[in-house]
């Protein structure tokens, strides 16, 4: 099975434009979760999609936004960058069976840097 | 609230040497999920093991073993022989079973030096 593919993985922008990150789960996986990672905050969770719905959120400012598409494939959002913003985005992937939790796998990630 | 803390915040041994990981949780649930993961310099997080709360049992895969214990909160993790291969960050975390908290909570890592 092909593992979590993230896109693109390396980018550049610059104060206050919008990035679009882009996630495609492993194949037959539902959920698909985004962390950040920062030298300074370590790995810190965004949010989680299940069925195109968010299933959960953390604590982050209204900038950071996701989706996800019928196919599970899933889009984080950040706008109106700030150079706090510069970190690597991680994209996971677990199962989605309800009831326990899933063991999640990790995309190679997206380095973002805000200039 | 949950926490992981991973008080080793950087480990250097010369290969071969055998090399223990640190691992402390705090959560008030009690169905809860250990999980440890590896970050080589590529950033990519890999999954290496899952416990479950109500399973106490070590596992041992290849090199690797991981000790639970429940009284001490504690999911340790030990590299036998290490190799330079194993040069990493690796971190422990935590999930719940409530759907609200099942993200995934991380310490803040142990970068691992092997040296040759």
């Known amino acids: 099975k092909a593992g979590v593919t993230q896109t693109p993985r390396y980018l550049i922008k610059t104060r206050g434009q919008q990035v679009t990150l882009s996630c495609s789960p492993i194949?037959?996986?539902?959920?698909v979760s985004w962390y950040q990672q920062t030298p300074g905050q370590g790995l810190q969770f965004l949010f989680e999609?299940?069925?195109?719905?968010?299933?959960n959120k953390g604590n982050f400012p209204g900038r950071f936004s996701g989706r996800q598409f019928s196919n599970s494939r899933s889009e984080m959002n950040v706008s109106t960058l700030e150079l706090g913003d510069s970190a690597l985005y991680l994209c996971?992937?677990?199962?989605?069976?309800?009831?326990?939790?899933?063991?999640?796998?990790f995309g190679p990630g997206t380095r973002l840097t805000v200039l | 609230a949950q926490k992981v803390t991973q008080a080793q915040t950087e480990i250097s041994v010369v290969e071969k040497e055998d090399v223990t990981l640190d691992c402390v949780y705090e959560?008030?649930?009690?169905?809860?999920?250990l999980f440890w993961y590896k970050q080589p310099p590529s950033g990519e997080l890999v999954f290496l093991i899952r416990r479950n709360s109500f399973d106490e049992q070590n596992e041992i895969s290849g090199r690797y073993s991981w000790n639970f214990q429940k009284s001490t909160s504690s999911f340790n993790f030990t590299i036998t022989a290490s190799q330079v291969v194993d040069s990493a960050v690796y971190f422990c975390?935590?999930?719940?079973?409530?759907?609200?908290?099942?993200?995934?909570?991380f310490g803040s890592g142990t970068r691992l030096q092997v040296q040759p």
């Open positions: 999609y299940f069925s195109e719905t968010q299933r």
């Open positions: 959560t008030r649930d009690t169905t809860y999920y």
């Open positions: 975390a935590l999930s719940e079973r409530d759907t609200g908290r099942r993200a995934l909570t």
């Open positions: 194949s037959g996986h539902r959920s």
């Open positions: 996971a992937s677990g199962a989605g069976t309800s009831g326990s939790t899933d063991t999640q796998y």
